[in-house]
Nanobody, 121 residues
Framework: QLVQSGGGLVQAGGSLRLSCAAD????????MGWFRQAPGKEREFVGF????????LYADSVKGRVTISRDNDKNTVSLQMNDLKPEDTAVYYC????????????????WGQGTQVTVSS
């Protein structure tokens, strides 16, 4: 089970940090991804961090503005978002995929409940 926290309403140019906590002892075997879904749009890849934490991959749309980090001792992963834009408004989801990360949502095994991020202009 993945439980998300964070999110909310922020003005353009602001920052938010989303967190995702896992209750699995095998958390460190899973790569963790972040996805988002805006109203009327398909779920979109934001980025992932490898199971070991030594590799990250970000979508071009957020590259340079977001950072994914993880703490395998605490079974948590975070998404730090800076310089937010109105087009970043979406429901954000964390997801877990065994071992190797991916940008494909269909390859993830577990999902968080989603959290709303709204960026006002």
């Amino acid at each position: 089970q993945l439980v998300q926290s964070g999110g909310g309403l922020v003005q353009a140019g602001g920052s938010l940090r989303l967190s995702c906590a896992a209750d699995r002892r095998t958390f460190s075997s899973y790569s963790m991804g972040w996805f988002r879904q805006a109203p009327g749009k398909e779920r979109e890849f934001v980025g992932f961090i490898s199971w070991s934490g030594d590799k990250t991959l970000y979508a071009d749309s957020v590259k340079g503005r977001v950072t994914i980090s993880r703490d395998n001792d605490k079974n948590t992963v975070s998404l730090q978002m800076n310089d937010l834009k109105p087009e970043d408004t979406a429901v954000y989801y964390c997801a877990a995929k065994y071992y190797k990360g991916s940008s494909a949502a269909t390859e993830y095994d577990y999902w968080g409940q989603g959290t709303q991020v709204t960026v006002s202009s």
